[in-house]
């Protein structure tokens, strides 16, 4: 059964740092997709960034350069490391997995982690 669940989300002020994690079960012989979303209060959830299992990753243009998205296989997690954060990335934290390559909707999720950006 896959399972995915989220930690480090937290308050923080404008300009900080946070490293959310994503912990991971079910996945045995072969390693998905795996993407952080976030919904903002009153706004559709969107998908932030992605990594492929091979290692590649994708953001959102409004975090490149700020956040980054790593997978450890070993441990089983993925992690998005976000710096010089905005009151705008104020939101639910979520992550989310899919067999096969990032292209399409993801079939696991995670509960969600919030995140809060203080001006």
Known sequence: QVQ??????GSVQAGGSL?????????TYSWPCVGWFRQA????????????GSGRPRYIDSVKGRFIISQDKAKKTVALQMK???PEGTGMYSCAARWGPCIGAFSYWGQGT???VSS
């Open 41 to 52: 209060p009153g706004k559709e959830r969107e998908e932030v960034a992605t990594i492929e």
């Open 84 to 86: 010089s954060l905005k």
């Open 4 to 9: 995915l669940a989220e930690t480090g989300g």
């Open 19 to 27: 490293r959310l994690s994503c912990a991971t079960s079910g996945f």
């Open 114 to 116: 919030q995140v809060t």
